[in-house]
């Protein structure tokens, strides 16, 4: 049964998933046919980096657009502004009705509702103008599928994530006690297919969220042996906990309280006081919730393909953040190293344009940020000014070629998030860098101490200077700035307040072309 071609969105967006593992960047001994077939048909980012850790910060700025410095959520539990637009409201500004199966871990303005609003109470909900369609948040719509089917939940529901047989103590090689097809992975799949198969030939958004990798870390049969420990590579560590944490005083708090109970169900002692075996055991678990994901996506692109929707679909897969997984004696997404912060990003573009870029690599420096302006671009529609990223489509249409440019990573702090640039050095790009995309005339006409700031530091930075120019434009303080700020003198478009009006193409320095390099 073919369907008339019309322009769709899938988002894929998993959890806790480390960037580097993919076959596609080398992680051979990964089994993920269906997301190693999404690589060779699109575009697969090498260097693709969050934002922020944890959930909430992290899909505050995948879904509006932000760095963490404008968004202000800094933490889960933190309010989103509602003065800031997002990707579901820009979507439905062109027409459609964007669909969300998972969730966004967003505590709304508490200037828009009540103080004993449940939403307040719990780590999040969903963000504000998504249709959900199978919302995970507080999970009750997940278990209520469960018994649905027959199976008796335990009176702690949680504990259907327990292994089978006596309890444990961590990490294991049994199985769960929730069957794969009663699994939350099974779950999301069914609910998006369920709205696939409802929407008929009808334009679709669809935001299709997995709650795995995250922890807890048990699979259920048969992912639960599908990898075998003495197959998974070796922890990245010093050679105990104690060294490791003379880094500094914030690792070393880490090294000391980060309990296993927080990543399996009868988890017990200390992250950091897992031996190697018990690493390898974990990450075994771990690949096999990533198989697991792997299989469903599977199901999700055969529909795809059955109904004549593969070659106008565009498909974008990606996470939140990553996961230390052992390595530096760290569970979790904590700290400052690569295994928390690289994320996955694969586009696959149906466009005949795109088709010079198939299974091709981009090894330069991208961001989470950059997902909203891909999204919107490809849709044609426009790219609200709130916005920090660019569109990462001139990478699928092969536009983008080696300048020698480096590209720094913004330093953002939270209680638990301090982000490093890729080659471990400090970079803040308040102080290191010029600012050439500020429009104003001069620093007097500017009100904003921000904007005023970089306006000086652009001026008395010589041309001849050997601090490398950044390929971002001036992070902003917020869409409230005056206009002259913005645009350099122009006025609101009528009807829209700076955050949302569509952004200029004269209002910052042409994006600089990047590296694309091609797959072996």
Not at 184 to 203: I, N, Q, S, V
Not at 248 to 264: E, G, M, P, T
Not at 370 to 381: A, K, N, Q, R
Request: proline share 9%; hydrophobic share 35%.
């Amino acid at each position: 049964m073919n369907m008339p071609a019309s322009k769709n969105v899938l988002l894929i967006v998993v959890d806790q998933w480390r960037g580097a593992m993919l076959p596609k960047l080398g992680a051979d001994y990964l089994k993920l046919p269906n997301i190693d077939r999404l690589c060779a048909e699109g575009v697969t980012f090498r260097n693709h980096f969050t934002q922020a850790v944890p959930c909430g910060p992290a899909r505050a700025s995948l879904l509006t657009g932000q760095y963490m410095m404008n968004h202000r959520a800094v933490q889960n539990t933190i309010p989103l502004a509602s003065r800031f637009t997002n990707l579901a409201h820009e979507l439905r500004r062109g027409g459609y009705d964007p669909a969300l199966v998972g969730y966004t871990t967003t505590t709304p303005d508490p200037r828009q509702t009540a103080p004993n609003d449940p939403r307040f109470f719990v780590l999040g909900d969903i963000m504000e103008g998504f249709h959900p369609v199978g919302a995970f948040e507080n999970r009750d719509a997940y278990f209520g599928w469960v018994a649905s089917q027959g199976f008796e939940l335990p009176k702690t529901r949680e504990d259907i994530w327990l292994p089978k047989g006596a309890p444990g103590a961590g990490a294991t090689g049994r199985p769960a006690v929730i069957p794969k097809e009663l699994s939350d992975t099974a779950w999301f799949t069914e609910r998006g297919l369920d709205y696939l198969r409802g929407r008929g030939d009808k334009p679709w958004f669809l935001h299709l969220g997995y709650y795995r990798p995250h922890p807890p870390f048990i699979a259920p049969e048969p992912y639960n042996s599908l990898y075998r420990p003495e197959d998974m590579p070796k922890p990245v560590r010093a050679a105990s906990p104690a060294e490791e944490g003379r880094q500094n005083a914030l690792l070393d708090y880490y090294v000391r309280n980060i309990k296993q109970a927080s990543f399996f169900q009868d988890g017990q002692a200390l992250g950091s006081d897992m031996s190697e075996a018990e690493v390898a055991q974990m990450r075994a678990t771990y690949c096999g919730l990533m198989s697991e994901i792997d299989d469903h996506l599977g199901r999700v692109f055969d529909y795809l393909k059955e109904t004549g929707q593969w070659d106008n679909t565009l498909i974008v897969f990606t996470c939140d953040h990553g996961e230390q997984g052992g390595d530096h004696h760290l569970l979790g997404k904590i700290g400052y190293f690569d295994e928390s912060y690289r994320i996955p990003m694969v586009i696959r573009d149906p466009r005949a344009e795109a088709n010079g870029t198939r299974g091709t690599i981009v090894d330069r420096f991208t961001e989470t940020i950059d997902t909203m302006p891909t999204l919107l671009e490809w849709m044609g529609l426009p790219v609200p000014r709130q916005c920090d990223g660019r569109s990462l489509l001139p990478f699928c249409e092969g536009r983008c070629r080696p300048t020698g440019v480096p590209r720094s990573i913004t330093s953002s702090t939270s209680a638990t998030s301090i982000t490093a640039s890729l080659n471990r050095r400090w970079a803040c790009r308040w102080t290191n860098a010029r600012w050439p995309s500020c429009r104003t005339i001069n620093s007097s006409t500017c009100t904003s101490l921000h904007c005023r700031r970089s306006c000086s530091i652009s001026r008395r930075t010589p041309a001849s200077s050997s601090i490398a120019l950044p390929t971002r434009p001036m992070p902003r303080r917020s869409p409230t700035m005056p206009a002259r700020c913005w645009t350099g003198g122009s006025a609101m478009p009528s009807g829209r307040s700076p955050a949302t009006a569509p952004r200029r193409r004269g209002w910052r320095c042409a994006p600089p072309e990047r590296a694309l390099s091609s797959a072996a």
